[in-house]
């Protein structure tokens, strides 16, 4: 395991973007955990000051302050917290979804596959905001009810893409091995199959996590995600935008959050995918 | 005829897979990879199966351990360990054995694969590969069952210490001797070889093979050893069978095959065989044109187009699979007319 963690390390540090990439990361991990004690200005999640209104940049609210007073750095700090919860949430269900159809799919081939294909590929013939957009419309504007429409626009994708690892993995003979010692299926799924066909997953789940900020951030935007007064990058730079000619730092510090975001995850994602390469691999 | 010490017996094996076309994936052919193969292997014995790339013979090994299904035909295996109380063995046929039947029948026969590096979870460490058929089958747990696989990993010359170890850390040969203690580990009767040593170095070619020997001794083993180098075959078998577009054209005790081969099939294969001396000339027989498609196979004998020796009859009636005495079997209109090349010897 250590001789693990230090081969991926080493690997690691030969791309400096990965280590950047994976610092940002933690940093954005830090600031959700600890965002009450490090946003200057926690209360004003809820609290509005009428005295304080569009207040520019400066040593006080060094993100300036909105429409209502609010200190936009703490409530950036604070949407780290909605952004990380949307991340690994949407994510985790999508995989849910996906991985074992996908597995099955491509595992045992046939009809079955056949049927479950088709079916994804209905989900993938939407463009997945437009999908995502349908089903958080109908099932009401709320931030759970957009993670939801995400995930649900999502899973294809995982499905895809772990069901074309699995469909070269059955082909291995240490699968056949497996059977001719009479392994049973779901044995073999889950100690043959699927281990081998993680990487790439892994890889695509920590890239997503930025576009499923990102999506969600749309969704909010257009307001059929968070509702006010939620702290969300998406929901802040709606409200913001009527403002943006006369007071900018409103929607522009939300906004660098989420590129900020986005680009981590899209470079520890492409730094992972160097590090867990099949073909650079030696574990 | 076979005496009571046969192990396995296969009659009229069939597997094809079928073509598929269009958008009805309609059935628009067969591709019979084993055509109506009858054989059988004696306990303790090494059947050797020879043939050219995709003649079949490791689709035959495959449906033989049913890790593929056969089309037709039956395989009777003569099961020690699923005897009822009473009986010394019992004779199942694996070809139509439930699934409960079937997988105790895996503690009667395993397989060694040709790759020694996709046929390792490379996930999954040496002590895991090789005590997974112990698990799946709950022989032995805990300490018990590190101390078996301690046992296998000795008996095929790795150390005990390399159970923590991953595949990827160990060279092919080394990696083929993990294959071998997994298909040790359920103490087999039968283990079906599938180009063991094919895919080694030929220096690691000549140990994994005395290793496979000496295991053969200890434990009683059966093998039936697949391989397209006569040389490695030659060395190991009792007996070969020679396999020609999915069906079995010549099966004989192996040094008969060599001096005395019937088949004309049998005959090119052995021209083919090197001999280590300068001054000997042999007769290369080169077959002409390429093998024939499985899924059409030739009219008649399925060895006519490419036989130097072939008549009319040839291309009209499919010879029988016949003994010419003293187990001699083949599959050969004019097997008891020609006079073939043999072998030098020595």
Redesign the interface.
């Known amino acids: 395991m250590w001789r693990r963690l230090r081969e991926a390390a080493r690997r690691a540090k030969r791309n400096p973007l990965t280590v950047v990439g994976l610092l940002m990361v933690a940093l954005v991990i830090v600031l959700a955990i600890f965002a009450p004690w490090i946003a200057p200005h926690p209360r004003d999640i809820q609290v509005v000051h009428p005295n304080d209104l569009f207040r520019p940049p400066s040593l006080e609210h060094l993100f300036g302050t909105d429409e209502m007073g609010r200190d936009i750095l703490s409530r950036v700090i604070f949407g780290t917290r909605i952004s990380l919860r949307i991340g690994t949430l949407v994510v985790v269900l999508a995989l849910a979804i996906g991985l074992p159809l996908g597995i099955i799919a491509g595992t045992f081939g046939g009809l079955l596959d056949e049927i479950l294909m088709r079916v994804t590929d209905i989900f993938l013939s939407f463009p997945p905001l437009l999908l995502a957009m349908a089903i958080s419309a109908a099932l009401g504007p709320r931030l759970e009810n957009a993670m939801i429409a995400i995930a649900i626009a999502w899973w294809p994708w995982y499905a895809r893409l772990i069901r074309s690892e699995a469909v070269s993995i059955r082909e ?3 699968v ?9 299926w779901p ?1 073999i799924l889950l ?2 199959v699927l ?2 066909c993680l990487a790439p997953v892994i890889v695509q789940a920590s890239m997503d996590f930025g576009s499923v900020i990102l999506t969600s951030a749309s969704l909010s935007f257009l307001g059929l995600g968070a509702q006010p007064p939620t702290p969300e990058w998406g929901l802040m730079i709606t409200v913001g935008r009527t403002f943006f000619l006369t007071h900018w730092w409103i929607v522009t510090f939300p906004g660098l959050a989420i590129l900020l975001a986005v680009l981590a995850f899209n470079l520890t994602g492409d730094g992972l995918r160097e590090i867990l390469d099949p073909k650079a691999k ?2 | 005829m076979p005496s009571d010490n046969i192990l396995l017996e296969v009659k009229h094996l069939k597997k094809f897979f079928p073509v598929r076309k269009g958008v009805l994936r309609r059935v628009v052919a067969q591709v019979k990879a084993v055509d109506d193969v009858d054989m059988y292997i004696k306990e303790g014995e090494t059947l050797g199966l020879v043939g050219e790339s995709g003649c079949g013979k490791t689709t035959a090994g495959r449906t033989i351990l049913r890790l593929i299904e056969p089309t037709g035909g039956e395989i009777l295996f003569r099961s020690k360990k699923l005897a009822a109380a009473g009986e010394e063995y019992r004779i199942v046929n694996i070809a139509t054995a439930s699934r409960r039947a079937l997988k105790a029948l895996r503690r009667d026969m395993q397989i060694i694969f040709q790759d020694p590096y996709s046929s390792l979870n490379p996930r999954m460490t040496v002590g895991s590969i090789v005590g997974e058929p112990l698990l799946v089958h709950g022989i032995s747990r805990g300490s018990e069952r590190e101390d078996r696989v301690r046992e296998l990993l000795g008996a095929v010359g790795l150390k005990p210490d390399h159970m923590k170890r991953y595949p990827h850390e160990f060279s092919g040969g080394q990696r083929q001797r993990i294959g071998i203690a997994r298909a040790l580990a359920l103490d087999p009767q039968l283990i079906v070889a599938d180009e063991p040593v094919s895919a080694l170095d030929v220096s690691i070619q000549a140990q994994v093979l005395n290793l496979l020997e000496d295991l053969q001794g200890e434990f009683g083993l059966t093998y039936l050893f697949i391989a397209h180098d006569l040389s490695v075959v030659r060395h190991i078998s009792d007996r070969v069978a020679v396999m020609y577009l999915g069906k079995i054209v010549e099966l004989v005790e192996t040094e008969q095959l060599f001096t005395n081969p019937r088949h004309p099939y049998t005959e090119a294969l052995m021209s083919a065989v090197p001999v280590p001396d300068p001054d000997y000339k042999v007769e290369r027989i080169l077959l002409e044109g390429d093998v024939p498609s499985p899924v059409n196979p030739p009219s008649g004998c399925y060895f006519h187009p490419r036989c130097r020796y072939a008549k009319e009859i040839c291309s009209q009636e499919l010879p029988l699979y016949r003994d010419l005495g003293g187990e001699h079997f083949v599959t050969c209109h004019f097997a008891d007319a020609l006079r073939l090349q043999p072998v030098r010897t020595g």
């Open positions: 291995r003979a240490y056949e091995a497996a059977r001719a010692v009479g392994t049973s044995r100690r043959h281990p081998n030696r574990w």
